[in-house]
């Protein structure tokens, strides 16, 4: 067993603080780089699977605060970040663990964070931070550590409240991959997918692979004469970070693709997006819904599933019965219902081959109860091309 036992540091480390917009302010210690950092406060409820949650591309641009108190036990290593770096605007931590023990370990969280420039704060309560958000909403915060601790308060403030809202910003660009990347399907070929990365984990594109998908992972600035050009048999939309409202691009390509009649699966801002092409709003949540223990009910099956959710924003629509698309694309109905607030987590068009869930099926860091769902778009996708070369 990895023994990583060199955290005489984690007991002398500099000064923090963590302000919310609201001017509640929280002193602590210095976790990871030492600086400043600025972003939306949410909390995760996962027990495991930190250092999934950070390398989450859904989490750019906002400070992650962890439930569970004891983080870092396992390190961090080579083979499990969903990306390819750190997203996290900041990290808040109760107690940073001083010793690392894995075999799977090939350096501490602490180091890793420093390495990577991300500003933490560790040694503050952390559940009174997540009942404030519960009471409050997800707001608007940075950890001030080191030198930068020593601010005014009031200047602290003010750079926290000049610091832009979550609602608005479109941050696919900055976590999208700028150029085309190709992974083999796996066994026998169902075709080629096109895969518009709004910031996939690499789990997504591991299962997809699975199914027999040879998946081209295309940057989120993708035309349609582009999705086109690699003769998809799908098209899926990717979860990702910021406000749907903000994607007016990616909503008219996603009606360009339904409109070419190709199957369409989207997970998390893809549900969203998929929402707001069918002509449905969409909405920010007070606190969100984030973690790996989210209880939801498949009304299909009846089954409730424990789920991977990380997302502030969610669709408006009938919880209840079949509605019409706005937009024109005929019957939909609401295919998954969170059991924590009756929010919605999944669509399904039926009369179009598309769906979606708000969750994460990939579900990297655990658990896999929603993994059938790739099956669910394989099986949709074959019926699509059984029933397209029976009417060729």
Not at 249 to 259: A, E, M, T, Y
Request: aromatic content about 6%.
């Amino acid at each position: 067993m990895t023994s990583l036992l060199d955290r005489s540091s984690l007991l002398d480390r500099e000064g923090a603080v963590l302000v919310l917009e609201d001017g509640t302010r929280y002193v602590g210690s210095a976790f990871g780089a030492v600086g400043t950092t600025l972003g939306e406060v949410v909390f995760t409820t996962g027990m495991t699977g930190y250092q999934e949650t950070l390398t989450d591309p859904s989490y750019a641009g906002q400070i992650v605060l962890q439930t569970a108190p004891h983080i870092g036990n396992t390190g961090v290593n080579t083979e499990d970040p969903e990306s390819r770096r750190v997203w996290v605007a900041g990290y808040i931590v109760r107690d940073p663990s001083r010793v690392v023990s894995s075999w799977r370990a090939e350096e501490s969280l602490d180091d890793a964070l420093e390495r990577d420039g991300i500003v933490g704060i560790s040694g503050i309560d952390t559940r009174a931070i997540t009942r404030h958000i519960r009471s409050a909403g997800s707001m608007r915060g940075g950890v001030f550590s080191g030198e930068a601790a020593a601010i005014d308060p009031d200047e602290q403030l003010r750079i926290v409240t000049e610091a832009p809202q979550m609602a608005g910003q479109n941050l696919s660009s900055q976590v999208s991959v700028e150029v085309a990347a190709v992974t083999d399907a796996e066994g026998e070929k169902i075709g080629n997918l096109a895969v518009i990365d709004l910031g996939i984990k690499q789990a997504t594109v591991n299962n997809l692979a699975r199914r027999g998908f040879e998946v081209h992972v295309l940057p989120q600035s993708v035309t349609k004469e582009q999705v086109l050009a690699i003769d998809p048999v799908a098209v899926f939309y990717s979860n990702g970070p910021g406000d749907p409202a903000a994607s007016e691009g990616h909503v008219q390509l996603l009606r360009g693709v339904l409109d070419e009649g190709l199957p369409f699966f989207g997970i998390c801002f893809g549900n969203q997006l998929l929402g707001r092409a069918l002509g449905l709003g969409t909405y920010k949540l007070p606190f969100g819904h984030r973690g790996i223990n989210q209880p939801v009910k498949d009304k299909l099956t009846g089954r409730v599933e424990i789920t991977a959710h990380n997302h502030g924003f969610a669709v408006d629509a009938p919880i209840e019965g079949e509605f019409t698309s706005p937009a024109g694309y005929g019957r939909v109905e609401v295919s998954h219902v969170g059991l924590n607030d009756d929010v919605v987590e999944g669509l399904r068009a039926l009369d179009i081959p598309a769906f979606s869930v708000q969750y994460h099926p990939e579900a990297a860091g655990g658990p896999n109860d929603a993994n059938y769902l790739f099956d669910r778009f394989k099986d949709m996708v074959v019926d699509h091309i059984s029933k397209k070369d029976a009417n060729a």
